[in-house]
């Protein structure tokens, strides 16, 4: 089946650093991706939609200088968090959408601690 | 390998039929498994479950896991057009979510 490679799965560091997490298709071609922060109350919130070749759609409220994504090509998208702190610890997940069946395909996440 | 397994990948049901869809999954450090509706871009929670023979109940909508066998239902009674929907699956394990690959819904006026 369809296959979203997320990476890394696990990032700890320290308040201050940027973090990039890599989002890929593996066996498909995706125009769109999704980036999503996962919260306590295991509701997913969209942060950013991801479109190759073009600037990304960030949802309200989502600051576009602090979280910088990048869709080089039809398979990989990036979400930088830059400067990150504490209250940026979560859970990311990344989702990509099949541009011939539309459907999509998440990845399994990246868990991210800011010390 | 596939850790989450969703079926069916796709059904079709008039409005007032009863569906249930199921999740299977094979983890390590299992710590809950979740529901989510799709219909747009973001899912919407609808369920999680950590334990085993417990019922979860939302309107038409009702859930159970088994941990013993690795699986759990996803109940819709009385369908309605609005239900029509992609229907995922995750597993939290360890540090990670795996997701199935959905069952697509759709319910015929």
């Known amino acids: 089946g369809a296959v979203v490679s997320q990476h890394p799965s696990r990032v700890i560091c320290k308040s201050g650093t940027s973090v990039k997490i890599e989002c890929r298709s593996l066996?498909?071609?995706?125009?769109?991706m999704f980036w999503y922060r996962q919260f306590p109350k295991q509701s997913l919130m969209l942060m950013a939609t991801?479109?190759?070749?073009?600037?990304?759609?960030?949802e309200q409220g989502v600051e576009k200088d602090k979280f910088l994504i990048n869709h080089a090509s039809l398979t990989l998208s990036t979400l930088t968090v830059t400067s990150a702190h504490p209250e940026d610890s979560s859970f990311y997940i990344c989702?990509?959408?099949?541009?011939?069946?539309?459907?999509?395909?998440f990845g399994d996440g990246t868990r991210l601690s800011i010390l | 390998e596939d850790k989450v397994v969703q079926s069916p990948l796709s059904l079709v049901v008039h409005e007032g039929d009863t569906v249930t869809l199921n999740c299977s999954y094979e983890v390590t450090n299992f710590r809950s498994l979740l529901w989510y509706k799709q219909e747009k871009k973001a899912p919407t929670f609808l369920f999680m479950l950590t334990s085993s023979g417990i019922e979860k109940k939302s309107g038409r909508l009702s859930s159970i896991l088994d941990k013993k066998e690795l699986f759990s239902i996803l109940n819709i009674t009385a369908t309605q057009t609005g239900d029509s929907a992609v229907y995922l699956c995750?597993?939290?394990?360890?540090?990670?979510?795996?997701f199935g690959t959905g069952t697509s819904l759709t319910v015929i006026p």
């Open positions: 995750a597993v939290e394990a360890g540090n990670q979510f795996y």
């Open positions: 991801s479109n190759e070749g073009s600037k990304a759609t960030y």
């Open positions: 989702s990509a959408q099949d541009r011939r069946s539309l459907a999509q395909h």
């Open positions: 066996d498909f071609q995706a125009t769109t």
